[in-house]
C-alpha cells in the first residue's frame, strides 16, 4: 500500500518558483496582447502627444516585427499609416511614364502623346518630384508604424519624418521652377541651388542630435520657415516678370496654389487640433486633425502632379487654356 501511494504521489509534476514565474509572466503577456489598444493615461510618458485623443493607442512593443504587425490592427494610427503607405505603393504607377530617358512622356495617364523635345531637365523635373514625394510618404508610414516601439525609435523617426517633408518641399520645388522658368534656364538654375542649400540645411538640422537641443529649436523653426517662404518668393517673381496669366500658362499656377491651400489647411487643422479638441474622444480612431493632414498631403501632391503634367503639356504644345 506504501508502494502504491508513494509512486502515485510522484505522478504529480512537482513546481518549483521558477516555473510558477514563467507562467505568471506568460499570463500577463497574453493578457497584454489581448489588449491592444490602451487609453490616454494608460501609455508610457513618451508616447503622449495629444491629449484630445483619449484611446485607441498602442501599447509599447520594444519590437519591430510587433510594431510592423499592428498594421493590421484597429488603433488611432491606422490611417496615419494607410494613406501615407497607400500613397507609396501607388506612386510608381503614375510615375513609370516619366522615369525613362527616352525622348517622350505620355501626356497624361489616359491619353499618351510623342512630344520630341523633351529634354533632360523634364526628366530632371518629374524625378525630383516623384522622389521628394515617395521619401515624404515611405518615412512617414514607416515612422507612424514604428511610433509605438521605444522612446530612442519614436525619436529618431520622428527626424526622418520631418526629413521627409523637406524632401517633399525640396521635390516639387524643382519641379515647378523648372517649367515657370524654362524660359530663363540661368534664373532657373539659381533658384534650383537655393531650394537645393536650404534643404541640406534644414534636413541638417533635423537630423543631426546636435541640433535637436531646445538650445537650436528657434533655429530649426526658422530653417523650415524658410524653405517654406522659398517656394512663395520665385512665384511672386515669375508674376512680375511674367504676369499672373502667363506665368499660370507656363507652371500651371491655379494648380500651385491649389497645392498650397492643401498644405495650409492641413497643417493649420493639425496645429490647431481640430476637430478632436472640441470632442475629445470622438476623433480617436477617424477623422482627427492628423489623419485630416496625411488626406489632404495626398490631395496636394495630386494637385502638383496635376499640375506638373499640364505645364509639361503646354511646353510641349498643348495649350488648353481651360485647364
Given at each position: 500500500?506504501?508502494t502504491?501511494?508513494s509512486?502515485?504521489?510522484?505522478d504529480?509534476?512537482k513546481?518549483?518558483p521558477?516555473t510558477?514565474?514563467?507562467?505568471?509572466a506568460?499570463t500577463?503577456?497574453?493578457k497584454?496582447?489581448e489588449k491592444?489598444?490602451f487609453?490616454?493615461?494608460?501609455i508610457?510618458?513618451?508616447?503622449?502627444?495629444?491629449h484630445y485623443?483619449?484611446s485607441g493607442y498602442?501599447?509599447?512593443s520594444?519590437?519591430?516585427?510587433g510594431?510592423v504587425r499592428s498594421i493590421?490592427g484597429v488603433?488611432?494610427?491606422?490611417?496615419?499609416?494607410?494613406?501615407h503607405l497607400?500613397?507609396?505603393?501607388?506612386?510608381?504607377f503614375?510615375?513609370?511614364?516619366?522615369?525613362s530617358?527616352?525622348s517622350?512622356?505620355p501626356s497624361?495617364?489616359l491619353?499618351p502623346?510623342?512630344?520630341?523635345s523633351?529634354?533632360?531637365?523634364d526628366?530632371?523635373?518629374?524625378?525630383a518630384?516623384?522622389?521628394g514625394?515617395?521619401?515624404?510618404l515611405?518615412?512617414?508610414a514607416a515612422?507612424?508604424t514604428?511610433?509605438?516601439h521605444?522612446?530612442?525609435?519614436q525619436?529618431w523617426g520622428?527626424?526622418l519624418d520631418?526629413?521627409?517633408?523637406v524632401?517633399?518641399?525640396?521635390?516639387?520645388f524643382?519641379a515647378?521652377?523648372?517649367f515657370?522658368?524654362?524660359e530663363?534656364?540661368?534664373?532657373?538654375?539659381?533658384y534650383?541651388?537655393?531650394?537645393?542649400?536650404?534643404?541640406?540645411?534644414t534636413?541638417?538640422?533635423?537630423i543631426?542630435?546636435?541640433?535637436r537641443?531646445p538650445?537650436y529649436?528657434p533655429?530649426?523653426?526658422?530653417?523650415f520657415v524658410l524653405?517654406g517662404?522659398s517656394a512663395?518668393?520665385?512665384?511672386?517673381?515669375?508674376m512680375?516678370?511674367?504676369?499672373v496669366?502667363?506665368?499660370?500658362q507656363?507652371m500651371?499656377l491655379k494648380?500651385?496654389?491649389?497645392q498650397?491651400?492643401?498644405y495650409?489647411?492641413?497643417a493649420?487643422l493639425y496645429a490647431a487640433r481640430?476637430p478632436e479638441?472640441f470632442?475629445p474622444g470622438?476623433?480617436?480612431?477617424?477623422?482627427?486633425s492628423?489623419q485630416?493632414?496625411?488626406v489632404?498631403?495626398l490631395?496636394a501632391a495630386?494637385?502638383h502632379?496635376t499640375?506638373?503634367v499640364?505645364a509639361?503639356?503646354?511646353?510641349?504644345?498643348?495649350?488648353?487654356?481651360?485647364?
Open positions: 500500500m506504501s502504491s501511494t509512486t502515485k504521489k510522484d504529480f509534476p513546481s518549483s521558477l510558477d514565474l514563467k507562467t505568471a506568460t500577463l503577456e497574453q497584454a496582447e491592444l489598444t487609453l490616454y493615461h494608460e508610457e510618458h513618451w508616447q503622449q502627444d495629444n485623443i483619449l498602442r501599447p509599447a520594444n519590437s519591430y516585427a510594431s493590421a488603433h488611432n494610427e491606422s490611417v496615419n499609416i494607410w494613406t497607400f500613397g507609396f505603393l501607388y506612386l510608381p503614375p510615375a513609370s511614364p516619366y522615369s530617358s527616352h517622350s512622356f497624361s495617364l491619353s502623346s510623342s512630344p520630341s523633351t529634354t533632360s531637365l526628366l530632371l523635373a518629374f524625378s518630384f516623384f522622389a514625394a515617395a521619401t515624404c515611405g518615412l512617414s515612422f507612424h514604428l511610433s509605438n521605444s522612446a530612442a525609435v525619436k520622428n527626424q520631418y526629413l521627409g517633408i524632401a517633399l518641399i525640396w521635390g516639387s524643382v515647378s521652377i523648372r515657370g522658368f524654362r530663363d534656364e540661368v534664373l532657373m538654375r539659381r534650383w541651388g537655393m531650394i537645393t542649400a536650404l534643404a541640406i540645411c534636413g541638417t538640422f533635423t543631426t542630435p546636435r541640433f537641443h538650445t529649436r533655429i530649426r523653426a526658422t530653417m524653405l517662404l512663395v518668393v520665385p512665384v511672386f517673381h515669375g512680375s516678370l511674367y504676369g496669366e502667363k506665368l499660370d507656363l500651371a494648380w500651385v496654389v491649389l498650397g491651400a492643401f495650409i489647411l492641413g493649420g481640430v479638441r470632442s470622438r476623433f480617436d480612431i477617424w477623422g482627427s492628423h485630416i493632414f496625411h489632404l498631403v490631395l495630386a494637385a502632379f499640375g506638373l499640364k509639361f503639356e503646354r511646353k510641349h504644345g498643348k495649350t488648353d487654356k481651360s485647364s
